[in-house]
């Protein structure tokens, strides 16, 4: 049976030109300064920050409104242990067998290699899930449009929020990541998306020497 789509009134905070300016401003400067950050420092994270961050996340827009994803915020050390063996694993053959020599080069400006440590230095790993397909209260499979879209949004707005509450992060996609929905003990429907080390950086932590493409190589003004 369809639904009849009920509408309320938009919530929305207009402002004026200068504050406008000034937010987006401030945005852009603050965020600007993100970067993957693979060297952590094991002081705790207060738990609400990641919280936060993740109803940040669930605000995101997504298709038909399905909000096709689940995150696993892991700071048990144990987990995180399983977690990186696993994900080293995978790297190793990866690193030596998988990865086209232009991959291989791709990569080199960024030093990195199949070792993990940030997985288990972390105070926290926050692994995204995508539901590939919704499960309905009788079992019956529900199809999902748009979810890889759709959870790429929410981790974005992921990003963000935990850059904006001062939390460093890393962004990584070992492949295969399997190992991930069974060590976290997630349903058959969900996929590993992304797992992202939260935290504070070491104190001596360095990031790649690298820059981003300027306004005008990436705007097309029509």
Same mark, same amino acid.
């Given at each position: 049976?369809?639904?009849?789509?009920?509408?309320?009134?938009?919530?929305?905070?207009?402002?004026?030109?200068?504050?406008?300016?000034?937010?987006?401003?401030?945005?852009?400067?603050?965020?600007?300064?993100?970067?993957?950050?693979?060297?952590?420092?094991? $002081?705790?994270?207060?738990? #609400?920050?990641?919280?936060?961050? @993740?109803? /940040?996340?669930?605000? *995101?827009?997504?298709? !038909?409104?399905?909000?096709?994803?689940?995150?696993?915020?892991?700071?048990?050390?144990?987990?995180?242990?399983?977690?990186?063996?696993?994900?080293?694993?995978?790297?190793?053959?990866?690193?030596?067998?998988?990865?086209?020599?232009?991959?291989?080069?791709?990569?080199?400006?960024?030093?990195?290699?199949? $070792?993990?440590?940030?997985? #288990?230095?972390?105070?926290?790993? @926050?692994? /995204?899930?995508?539901? *590939?397909?919704?499960? !309905?209260?009788?079992?019956?499979?529900?199809?999902?449009?748009?979810?890889?879209?759709?959870?790429?949004?929410?981790?974005?707005?992921?990003?963000?929020?935990?850059?904006?509450?001062?939390?460093?992060?890393?962004?990584?996609?070992?492949?295969?990541?399997?190992?991930?929905?069974?060590?976290?003990?997630?349903?058959?429907?969900?996929?590993?998306?992304?797992?992202?080390?939260?935290?504070?950086?070491?104190?001596?932590?360095?990031?790649?020497?690298?820059?981003?493409?300027?306004?005008?190589?990436?705007?097309?003004?029509?």
């Amino acid at each position: 049976m369809s639904q009849t789509a009920v509408f309320q009134a938009l919530e929305f905070e207009w402002l004026d030109e200068t504050e406008q300016l000034r937010r987006s401003r401030e945005f852009v400067e603050r965020i600007s300064k993100r970067r993957s950050v693979r060297d952590f420092s094991t $002081r705790p994270v207060p738990m #609400e920050l990641i919280e936060n961050a @993740i109803r /940040a996340a669930g605000s *995101a827009p997504s298709g !038909a409104n399905q909000q096709p994803w689940t995150f696993v915020a892991v700071s048990d050390p144990a987990l995180k242990k399983q977690m990186r063996a696993a994900a080293e694993a995978e790297e190793k053959e990866s690193y030596a067998r998988r990865m086209s020599q232009e991959w291989l080069d791709a990569l080199a400006p960024l030093g990195t290699d199949w $070792r993990k440590p940030h997985i #288990e230095d972390a105070p926290c790993v @926050i692994v /995204a899930f995508r539901q *590939a397909y919704g499960i !309905a209260a009788d079992g019956q499979r529900i199809k999902h449009y748009y979810s890889e879209e759709s959870v790429g949004i929410a981790v974005g707005l992921l990003l963000a929020a935990l850059h904006w509450s001062g939390l460093a992060t890393l962004t990584h996609t070992p492949s295969p990541m399997k190992f991930l929905a069974e060590i976290l003990e997630r349903p058959a429907n969900e996929r590993a998306y992304v797992l992202i080390p939260v935290g504070y950086p070491a104190d001596d932590a360095q990031a790649p020497a690298i820059s981003k493409k300027r306004l005008d190589d990436i705007l097309l003004r029509r």
